[in-house]
């Protein structure tokens, strides 16, 4: 789907200050070709972004027809989608589009919890905001601020922030996600995974899924490579309770019993140790710990794991055979969400160390190494240096080796005191960006306690969701297409650059987040930390200094960079990991000093009793997390979950498919009404259900109580005791008929 413009009639750039190449018709027809209906007057422009339905930041063409939204199409230069976005992504039009979509800063009028608020001015808002944090500066420090940051936005308010005094930035897509996964990676690699996931998937022979379900986890790069793979014949192993999408393409899918991977992760080491079919160079080359680590497993036989995992002892050497046929090419993949039964590190360690015993780190078909484009930044004054941050807090303390922030941690920090002086907390204010902390934290109780203990909560979102029904002010930013956001250079096999521009003038009162950041700046003092005259100027002076400008991404969207480093790690090559030893630490002397097991245990988790099963949970493809539920589109594609239920289960309870039902968990919480969907491609010990739904914001009108939230249900959390990783597969439920 290359766009085939003539030049002759690539006629105008239109758009009152909007970026973007205009092709206006009149001329003779407008080459795009295959569009029915188009005439030669229509005017059609077209608008480099990046997509922000989800987080993944994928780079597309915004098209508008007369100036009104057409399509939107990924970019195919763009390694995050290949040119092809997910439905989410197409669908972008649908939040620019939302009738329900924030409209002007709001201030609380009743108390928190309640969505009563006055509409206000930018200027009232804003100076609410800066005299509350001028108030909390003087009397607790600058500290005394954290915010919650999920998406492209957020990083005009660190800079704030920043400026302002504080480091404390946290977001549940560590604690609540993918934590586990890279604090397992830097303790065997030294390094993480990261987003986009450095795995070489298009290139792999034989694919690992343990959980992720790609294909209903649509992040676009993934599923891209996954079907490039399997195209080109890839062998692949899905473990998973559940007969996923993915599952349904593999060549053999494990039924796990639920809570039970890292026991078959432990099989699989064993057989490829005890079978030498592991990779003997490179493990003597860049490995540490070999002869600890095949001591360790000595007695993790696949007819050990057999009645843990409930998989036969055949079935896992033959898979474990497989895995060795294809090495170095074989993928472990790392997962993303993995806050599940709280070993999560340890389990992901587990695969991080099968990955290593195959040669698959560094290697084709593996890992790559990944490299990022550089961008200098404008010259600023140096901010100021904390006096204390989240690794003061209890939390912080408890977990030394979490990398980031913890959510639970930041909570549990706003009700109870700074160390030492406990007779006042931590902090005192939290902005909230892009995150709707009531439906991604688990344990909802704790967030409120932290809300109400709060002397400023800024919310700033475009829908009126659950989380901003509790700031003192909220701000509404614009959509991600009526906005320029920082130049994006994220890791990959390219180093890249994408701009993001604006595709229509903000709607109602909305402001973009680099102004309502900049502007706040300005009442606080703090202007010198956004020096630039406008935002293109900004983006201009730093896209200069790499040899590009403003202009040249503007018709480009995406730019390739050369790489400065190779690829794969060398065959031979001497090369030294970014750990302690130098070396991959199949064995950890970092978690062993920590007092943690230096090679993954198999500990057994809780199991469900009699008339209860374990709620599982995932994502729709039509939807991310919570913050789509409202969208026109979508919503009309998907509007509302289910509870799967395996047959057996559903005749012993009298379920008909399709009946509406509640759930109730171990702790009596009762959910929404949720339609039953009976069907054998869910274990018998457990029910599954798409996270994001059931949503209890009225204001959000198509959204509003439809399906059942399975945050809700998660009252009993498995922390990870390594990162604080909240994990939530911990909890069970029965039926309310
Ligand atoms: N469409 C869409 N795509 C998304 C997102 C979205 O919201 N919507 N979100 C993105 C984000 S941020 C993330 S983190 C990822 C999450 O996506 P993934 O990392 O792929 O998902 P998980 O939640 O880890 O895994 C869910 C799967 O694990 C299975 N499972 C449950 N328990 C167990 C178990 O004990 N063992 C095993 N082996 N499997 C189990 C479930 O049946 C389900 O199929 O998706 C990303 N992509
Ligand atoms: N129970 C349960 N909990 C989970 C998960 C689960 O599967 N089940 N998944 C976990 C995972 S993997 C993750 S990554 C986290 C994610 O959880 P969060 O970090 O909280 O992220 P989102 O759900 O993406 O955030 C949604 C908010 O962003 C707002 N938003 C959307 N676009 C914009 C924008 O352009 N500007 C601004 N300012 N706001 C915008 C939406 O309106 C919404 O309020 O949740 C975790 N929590
Ligand atoms: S994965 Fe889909 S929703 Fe997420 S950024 Fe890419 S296109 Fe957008
Ligand atoms: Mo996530």
């Not at 901003?468 to 297409?481: I, K, M, N, R």
């Not at 229509?504 to 402001?511: D, G, I």
């Amino acid at each position: 789907m290359a766009l085939k413009v003539n030049r002759r009639e690539f006629i105008k750039i239109t758009g009152a200050g909007i970026g973007g190449a205009a092709v206006a018709g009149g001329v003779g027809k407008v080459a795009y070709g295959l569009i029915k209906g188009d005439s030669g007057d229509d005017v059609i422009t077209r608008v480099p972004t990046f997509c922000e339905m989800c987080t993944f930041q994928c780079a597309g063409w915004a098209y508008t027809k007369n100036g009104k939204p057409w399509k939107i199409v990924g970019n195919e230069l763009d390694e995050h989608c290949y040119g092809r976005l997910c439905t989410k992504g197409t669908s972008g039009f649908g939040i620019y589009n939302d009738p329900d979509r924030l409209k002007t800063p709001l201030i609380r009028t009743s108390e928190r919890g309640k969505q009563v608020f006055r509409e206000a001015t930018w200027d009232e808002a804003l100076t609410y905001i800066a005299d509350k944090l001028k108030e909390i500066k003087e009397t607790y420090g600058p500290e005394s601020v954290a915010m919650f940051s999920h998406g492209s936005g957020g990083s005009w308010f660190k800079t704030l922030l920043k400026a302002y005094g504080t480091t404390d930035f946290v977001a549940p897509s560590y604690a609540n996600c993918r934590g586990p996964r890279e604090e397992a990676y830097m303790n065997t690699y030294g390094e993480a995974i990261e987003s986009p996931e450095r795995t070489d998937m298009k290139n792999s022979k034989c694919i690992v899924l343990i959980g992720s379900h790609i294909g209903e986890n649509t992040h676009s790069q993934q599923v891209n490579e996954f079907a490039q793979a399997l195209r080109n014949g890839a062998s692949l192993i899905v473990v998973d309770p559940r007969f996923s999408i993915a599952a349904s393409k593999a060549k053999y899918w494990l039924p796990i019993k639920p809570g039970t991977d890292l026991a078959l992760l432990l099989a699989w080491i064993n057989v490829i140790i005890y079978e030498e079919l592991y990779d003997k160079d490179y493990v003597r080359r860049y490995t540490k710990g070999f002869e600890e680590l095949k001591k360790a497993v000595k007695d993790n036989t696949p007819e050990w794991a057999y009645p843990i995992t409930t998989i036969s002892p055949d079935v896992i050497r033959e898979t474990a055979r497989e895995m060795a046929k294809h090495k170095p090419s074989t993928l472990i993949h790392p997962g993303r969400h993995n806050v599940w039964y709280g070993d999560d590190t340890q389990r992901v360690r587990a695969g991080a160390i099968l990955n290593a015993l195959l040669g698959s780190w560094g290697r084709k078909g593996g890992f790559f190494i990944p490299e990022s484009a550089e961008l200098p930044e404008w010259p600023i004054p140096a901010y100021p240096k904390p006096k204390r941050s989240f690794k003061d807090t209890e939390a912080g303390q408890k977990y030394q080796l979490a990398n980031l922030a913890i959510s639970a941690g930041v909570c549990a920090a706003t009700v109870h005191g700074v160390t030492g002086e406990a007779e006042r907390a931590f902090y005192e204010g939290w902005f909230i960006y892009g995150c709707n902390v009531l439906k991604s934290m688990p344990q909802r109780e704790n967030t409120i306690k932290a809300l109400q203990n709060l002397s400023l909560v800024v919310v700033i979102d475009v829908l009126p969701t659950e989380i901003t029904g509790w700031a003192d002010v909220v701000l509404p930013d614009t959509s991600y297409l009526e906005r320029y956001d920082d130049i994006r250079h994220s890791q990959g096999r390219t180093p890249q650059i994408a701009l993001r521009s604006p595709v229509f003038e903000p709607r109602y009162n909305s402001k973009p987040a680099w102004w309502i950041a900049r502007e706040l700046a300005y009442k606080m003092g703090l202007g010198d930390y956004f020096p630039w005259k406008d935002v293109e100027e900004y983006l201009d002076f730093k896209l200069k200094k790499i040899g590009s400008s403003l202009d040249e991404m503007k018709r480009l969207g995406v730019k390739n960079l050369e790489r400065t480093t190779p690829l794969y790690i060398g065959k031979n090559e001497d090369y030294k990991f970014p750990t302690d030893s130098g070396k991959i630490e199949l064995y950890s002397e970092t978690l062993k000093n920590f007092g943690f097991d230096p090679v993954p245990v198999y500990r057994r988790h809780d199991e469900p009793e009699g008339g209860y099963y374990r709620l599982l949970y995932g994502r729709s493809a039509s939807h991310s997390f919570a913050r789509t539920i409202n969208n026109p589109i979508l919503s009309e594609l998907d509007p509302e979950n289910e509870v799967w239920v395996n047959p057996i289960v559903a005749i012993e309870w009298g379920l008909k498919n399709g009946q509406y039902v509640r759930l109730e968990n171990q702790d009596g919480v009762v959910s929404n009404k949720v339609k039953v969907r009976v069907t054998e491609r869910i274990r018998p010990d457990s029910v599954y259900m798409v996270h994001g739904f059931g949503s209890t914001a009225k204001n959000l009108r198509r959204a509003f109580g439809k399906g059942a939230d399975d945050q809700e249900l998660m009252t009993r959390i498995l922390v990870d005791p390594i990162m604080g990783g909240q994990g939530m597969h911990g909890n069970f439920v029965t039926f309310r008929v």
